[in-house]
């Protein structure tokens, strides 16, 4: 079955230190890939997307992911996290089939980073 | 609208009680997703809509929920005789299109509690 794995479910930082979070996707067909963001009390919104072309995707925030093939994977990075990153972050793969887009999302990972 | 509405914000309904939730899209898009936003498990794809009619419906997880879309905008989501295991965040979300580049917008859901 199309799943999408996060590995971290909670997160705890400091501000100013690095940040990775996993995501692998089985799926053997063309995929798009995205990153979500959840701050709370507020909607869900997306942070990048991986359509094609460079697998080194920068997205806002200073947020960026990397897209490798071999791995199935689609890591979320920010070399120094603030602490008004603290939010909920989603990865999601579409699996375009049948004619439509079915957007299949991660368990999520809360980040906690404390000043 | 300038985004996706949804309402109420918060439904809390007694077991076996019928609840029905309202999605308002973007004006002009004409795909509408409904998603479910369970207490550590992500966000499970519930039904998708192209303009009235629904191509996907595997999502539902029982012949208690149901969802209508009318005139290619306003998508309700119908769930009879709620059960507790019902209660979590409701999603919707809408695009342009189908295709595989169509980003997704999402609404701020409806938190149902079923007691």
């Known amino acids: 079955a199309q799943s999408v794995s996060q590995h971290n479910h909670h997160v705890i930082l400091s501000e100013a230190a690095s940040l990775e979070l996993g995501c692998n996707y089985s799926?053997?067909?063309?995929?798009?890939l995205f990153w979500y963001v959840q701050y709370p009390g507020q909607h869900l919104q997306l942070l990048l997307k991986y359509f094609s072309g460079d697998p080194l995707v920068k997205g806002i925030k200073g947020f960026e992911a990397e897209f490798i093939k071999s791995k199935f994977s689609f890591n979320l990075r920010k070399p120094s996290v603030q602490w008004s990153d603290t939010a909920e972050y989603f990865c999601?793969?579409?699996?375009?089939?049948?004619?439509?887009?079915?957007?299949?999302f991660g368990a999520g990972t809360r980040l906690a980073v404390h000043p | 609208g300038a985004g996706v509405s949804q309402s109420p914000s918060n439904k809390v309904t007694e077991k076996g009680k019928d609840v029905e939730l309202r999605c308002d899209p973007i004006?002009?898009?004409?795909?509408l997703y409904w998603y479910r936003q369970s207490l550590g498990q992500g966000l499970e794809f519930l039904i998708y809509f192209q303009g009235n009619s629904a191509p996907d419906k595997s999502g539902l997880p029982s012949d208690r929920f149901s969802a209508e879309r009318t005139g290619g905008s306003v998508s309700t989501l119908t769930i009879q005789r709620t059960q507790q295991e019902d209660s979590a965040v409701y999603l919707c979300a809408s695009s342009w299109g189908q295709g595989e580049f169509n980003e997704q917008f999402f609404g701020p859901g409806t938190r149902l509690t079923v007691l």
């Open positions: 799926y053997g067909g063309t995929v798009n």
């Open positions: 004006s002009g898009h004409t795909a």
């Open positions: 999601a793969v579409i699996m375009f089939s049948g004619g439509y887009n079915k957007l299949i």
